[in-house]
């Protein structure tokens, strides 16, 4: 017999169900599915409802990865950053394995960790219209409705920052992209069929995140998970 949801569980579902997926099958993703998943996009809140975002579509390979190697370098230099001044070190405090260690550092400082746009069957780069206030939150509210309709339609995507942090690849990506002047890319969403399943990252739990009336005070009394 088919589960039947309440419209409620049914989006807390898809909201619990989303994962970041980095490794794509060469499955295309559907006119359909990416007309859904721009349809939930459009229909964001934005303030003031300024809509300040725009989409580009990116399938070509040899764009794909261009972007994938602009996504590299800068993903190399913010991690090399943390290397050079030991944070990552303390992120990795307990990792005791020597080799594992060796291998982490080397994947991100190289910015390996962030090429895989470069295969994923569709990437959508996020625009930002640069002289409105609440483009950061706007572009925001529409990239996760994105990702949850990715969830609905069983995609897999990541939102990816890294070929988007420093201004020499805001100019990298205005040039390839062709991305006029007042707009800059915001994020990119690598999207594609999951190559398999993935575990859910660890969260806080609830109690450490709600305060009652004011900071600090317990909302929740019980731990709960
Ligand atoms: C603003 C933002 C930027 C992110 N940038 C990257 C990125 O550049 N590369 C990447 O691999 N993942 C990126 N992610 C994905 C996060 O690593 C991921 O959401 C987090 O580890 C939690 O895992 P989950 O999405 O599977 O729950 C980003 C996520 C957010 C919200």
């Given at each position: 017999m088919q589960e039947t949801y309440t419209l409620a569980d049914a989006t807390m579902k898809v909201i619990q169900d989303r994962r970041s997926i980095r490794e794509f099958t060469e499955e295309p993703v559907s006119e359909r599915d990416l007309d859904m998943l721009l349809e939930a996009a459009r229909q964001a809140p934005s303030g003031e409802n300024a809509q300040p975002w725009r989409f580009i579509?990116?399938?070509?390979?040899?764009?794909?990865?261009?972007?994938?190697?602009?996504?590299?370098?800068?993903?190399?230099?913010?991690?090399?950053a943390e290397f050079v001044t030991k944070k990552m070190q303390e992120r990795f405090?307990?990792?005791?394995?020597?080799?594992?260690?060796?291998?982490?550092?080397?994947?991100?400082t190289s910015g390996q960790v962030s090429t895989f746009m470069a295969d994923a069957p569709v990437n959508i780069v996020v625009c930002?219209?640069?002289?409105?206030?609440d483009t950061p939150y706007d572009t925001s509210a529409a990239i996760e409705n994105i990702l949850l309709m990715v969830t609905a339609l069983g995609l897999g995507a990541c939102w990816v920052i890294a070929p988007c942090i420093?201004?020499?690849?805001?100019?990298r990506?205005?040039?390839?992209?062709?991305?006029?002047?007042?707009?800059?890319?915001?994020?990119?969403?690598?999207?594609?069929?999951?190559?398999?399943?993935h575990r859910a990252r660890p969260r806080l739990a609830i109690n450490e995140l709600v305060f009652n009336e004011k900071w600090g005070e317990e909302y929740y009394k019980k731990e709960q998970s």
């Open positions: 579509i990116v399938k070509d390979e040899g764009m794909r990865k261009k972007m994938g190697a602009i996504a590299g370098g800068g993903s190399g230099r913010r991690f090399t405090a307990n990792l005791q394995d020597e080799a594992k260690r060796q291998a982490a550092f080397q994947k991100l930002g219209k640069k002289d409105v206030w420093d201004i020499r690849d805001e100019e990506m205005k040039d390839l992209l062709g991305i006029p002047e007042g707009y800059k890319a915001i994020s990119v969403l690598s999207v594609g069929h999951p190559t398999r399943p």
